[in-house]
């Protein structure tokens, strides 16, 4: 049984490291939050300590290790993206593996940075890259990459994921915290993308806007037409009808990839890969980073060309604003 720590445990996936950590059978013997709304902790681990003072957390870790002879092995850091490298500085720091949510950082450099602390560190950095790990994913990947070397093929990336108010008033909603929406809700796409089809030859951005984002990017295997959004008022019509608030959709060469389901149990996947040794680390995730820090700081082109369609929607003004 494996000890852990978690840094984020208020945050919204926070859930999610909890129950992959409780179904691989280890224990969570110290949490840390700002915001102590963490009631959810007693669904898994009600014996946690918690901690909502950075500084007694570390005192707490510290007296673990030194005194009790009982340090943590892994810290799950699920906190604002911004703070990711430093915290996982923090993690092999107390001797522990880091085990971030994506995106690892914002910006190539960080993520250079670490790679360069982590050579120096008896500790690995892990990441999770869920998508990798989902069936459909994987078998799309086994079929390209049987297919012919030299075959393009024509993409579109459609994700939606609906969010409130309360996101432009959050850390999410400022662009050097949490990178804006390709860092924030695009990157585990982006990685899979390159993962599957190759590097990145050329991107265009036509939206870079506080509630969307739609390019297009040319991989060594795939043109791509992409559309992330956070508003509602972009959902189809059929979705919005049935009341949900979430759409994906991926159509290789006019075919749909089905990938509806199957998403409940990644994050416990990524930590049994993890836990057994296969994790995904920083230069598996550095590809995506350069990408996403590339599309947020560059000129939007016209919307003329190869584009996605929905690029063409009438645009909001941010809420703020009203």
């Not at 014996?47 to 950075?54: A, K, L, N, R, V």
């Not at 939606?160 to 999410?172: E, L, Q």
């Not at 980073?289 to 939007?300: F, G, K, V």
Request: charged residues 25%; aromatic residues 10%.
């Amino acid at each position: 049984m494996k000890k852990f720590a978690i840094m984020g445990v208020a945050g919204f996936i926070a859930p999610r490291h909890l129950k992959a950590i409780k179904e691989t059978e280890n224990d969570l013997l110290v949490a840390f939050d700002p915001n102590d709304s963490v009631g959810i902790v007693d669904s898994y681990f009600p014996q946690t300590h918690f901690f909502t003072e950075f500084e007694r957390f570390d005192r707490h870790l510290e007296k673990l290790r030194l005194e009790k002879n009982n340090p943590i092995d892994y810290v799950s850091i699920c906190t604002p993206n911004y703070l990711h490298d430093a915290h996982i500085r923090f993690a092999l720091r107390n001797s522990a593996d880091a085990i971030c949510e994506k995106p690892l950082v914002l910006n190539p450099w960080n993520a250079e940075k670490l790679l360069t602390i982590e050579e120096h560190s008896e500790n690995r950095i892990h990441t999770i890259l869920q998508l990798r790990l989902h069936p459909s994913i994987i078998a799309l990947k086994e079929r390209i990459d049987k297919g012919a070397e030299d075959r393009i093929h024509d993409i579109d990336l459609t994700y939606i994921t609906s969010r409130g108010n309360w996101y432009y008033a959050s850390w999410k909603g400022a662009l050097e915290k949490s990178g804006g929406i390709c860092s924030n809700i695009g990157i585990h796409f982006f990685d899979m993308l390159i993962w599957i089809f190759g590097d990145v030859i050329k991107s265009t951005v036509h939206l870079m806007e506080h509630d969307r984002a739609s390019g297009f990017l040319q991989l060594k295997g795939a043109n791509i037409r992409w559309f992330l959004s956070i508003n509602p008022e972009t959902l189809p019509n059929h979705i919005k009808e049935v009341g949900q608030r979430t759409f994906r959709a991926i159509t290789i060469d006019k075919e749909e990839l089905e990938f509806s389901s199957g998403f409940t149990d990644l994050h416990t996947k990524s930590y049994q890969h993890i836990l057994s040794g296969q994790g995904f680390g920083v230069e598996e995730s550095l590809k995506s980073i350069e990408l996403a820090h590339s599309l947020r700081h560059t000129q939007n082109s016209p919307i003329i060309g190869e584009f996605h369609p929905l690029a063409k929607l009438p645009l909001s003004i941010h809420p703020f604003s009203k």
